[in-house]
């Protein structure tokens, strides 16, 4: 829908330039104090050899990786698309990141592969890099969050870390368009569900600078209610929150926010704070940065913190190896990766039919309304199927649920998968379903063929079938199976994989 809202390019450059710079000089800043639980008492880089280079950080790494998988693939990226790139260029091994590549190698697909087996999917590394998503649909967190969720399902499945992505990027898409951090805020949230732990910290840190208490008092509350020790080891003198290893990212969303909250202009104010919060300080400040150069631009961040760390970037978990020569294809400067940024916005913008939001004519956001930046249903469109694996076609849309337990199946014993399948088009289609089994001894119920018709998409329900699956015995680490999905009179023909995982050696709590 057209609107007078519109930025001028210009500024939309100094805001995307203002978001890369922020986040090299709180990557660095933090970087030296990262998961040390203490309060922290710095006022500058405590590094004495930076030389006019910032330090590595994965927070913007995976970030430089999903703009080359833009560039290569287009914008109809999905979290499918970007398991491939994961698999292939993500070097890390540690606690989500790892999880995640176990789980894709094994043949899980998102958001299974985030969520089956993972201790660190209520953790902080999907947050880290909603930038991307924002700077290339700025004015539009709707978009944003769509994007922010196929990469976050990648490692976080249906954990508070996908929560924590799609708040970010909705709050970092439209402070292209508002500045004021209470309205960012709350457009945010309208974006997770309410009683999500990320919501609770947050509303626990607006009541708290709402009280005007320091922010070191502020901190203290936010880990007293919502934090959890690293590795499951609890705070001295506190309880253990959650008892769940990995529950980090609420206390540390919240972090982000009190760096903001009562930094307020200073941008100096907001890393600092940010940093002597403790915890995951490389990424608290390396976001609230963004987000302060998001708000006020590439000129108000102040040359001292720049000059240190010069305009370069240094990457720290990417397998350089097929990124061009020895990594050459990735930006080498926060100039070249604005410009990329940017081009990538301007295809968005133009393929939304919103390319009147970026022009030569002055920045015009006086009349922008929240209404109508909020999601419209609490962010379910987006958030609603992240137990789902999703599977899109030109006209359809299957979506595969393996309960509970997950993709997990044991000798002897059924297996239920629920299989959805939405008719995206304006068309009916009449579908045939075939079932291709793993090996012999494999059976599937109500039948391995059959018989539905699809009616057009918002006007009748979807079809829904639980297949249970059962086998006498599972010979393989991994077994798996495709529905062959056609339609009569037309040429689609439809392949949806189903992997299950012996369960013979998992206990019901492994799974």
Known sequence: MKTTLRLNQDDYRSKVLGCWLGKNVGGTLGAPFEWIRQINDVSFYVQEN????????DDLDIQLLWLCALEEKGLKLTAQCLADYWCLYVSPHWNEYGTA????????????????????KHSCGSYIRSEIWACI???????????????????????????AEVFMAALESAAFLVSDLRRLINIGLSYIPADCGVAQAIHTTLACFDRGISWKETRAEILEKHGNGTLGMPYPGQPHWTGVMGYDVPSNIAITLIGLLYGGEDFGQVQCIA??????????????GSVWGIIRGAPAIPQKWIDPIGRGIKTVCLNLGDLGTFGDQLPQTVD????????????????????????????????????SLCASDAGQSIWGGFNTVR??????????DYGTEGPVIRDGQPKTVTVTVHNTYKVQGNLTFHWYLPETGWKVSPSADGYAMSFRWRICKPIQVPYVFTADRITRS?????LEITVEGRPTVMHVPITLLNGNILTTEQA
Not at 391 to 398: K, L, M, N, Q, R
């Open 101 to 120: 590549k176990i789980n894709m190698r094994q043949g899980l697909l998102p958001p299974q592969s985030g969520t089956f087996q993972n201790a660190f």
């Open 478 to 482: 991994t077994s798996r199976a495709v």
């Open 137 to 163: 649909a700025p004015g539009l967190p709707h978009i944003a969050a769509r994007y922010a969720y196929e990469d976050a399902i990648l490692d976080h499945g249906n954990g508070e870390g996908t929560y």
């Open 275 to 288: 940093v002597n919060c403790g915890e995951d300080t490389d990424c608290t400040a390396a976001t609230a």
């Open 50 to 57: 930076l030389n006019g280079q910032p330090m590595p950080n």
């Open 336 to 371: 070249e990766l604005t410009d990329r940024t940017i081009r990538m916005g301007r295809i968005l913008l133009t393929t939304h039919r919103a390319e009147h939001m970026v022009s030569t004519e002055p920045t015009n956001v006086q009349d922008v309304k929240d209404e």
């Open 391 to 400: 599977h899109d076609f030109d006209f359809f849309s299957v979506q595969v």
